[in-house]
């Protein structure tokens, strides 16, 4: 296949996280949306460094990857912190961290 479809693809997947954190307001869902937004950057990394020829867009792709886990660890226990609470996950309900 093509660099052009795995850019298109990368940039509708983009674009679908994108809409998601933009509409929904469940915070869950909203990780889920950035975490497909990583994917979609992680997948055009990946692309571009095959057709170059080169590792270094993989191994950035390890990075990432990285700091996705990290985000995904912190932020849901954020939420679960959040949760316990005030017995929502809603972000228009939780508006500001006071006690």
Do not use: P, W
């Not at 940039?11 to 998601?20: C, D, E, H, M, S």
């Not at 997948?43 to 886990?69: K, N």
């Amino acid at each position: 296949m093509e660099l052009q479809y795995y850019l298109i693809l990368s940039a509708l997947l983009f674009t679908t996280g994108v809409i998601g954190v933009l509409i929904r307001r469940n915070a869950i869902i909203i990780f889920m949306c950035i975490e497909l937004m990583l994917n979609a950057a992680n997948l055009a990394f990946v692309a571009i460094s095959r057709s170059l020829g080169e590792a270094t867009g993989q191994v950035f792709v390890f990075f990432v990857m990285t700091v996705a886990a990290a985000e995904v660890a912190i932020g849901l226990a954020i939420i679960v912190s959040v949760f316990k609470h005030r017995q929502t996950i809603n972000v228009d309900e939780v508006n500001s961290l006071k006690g």
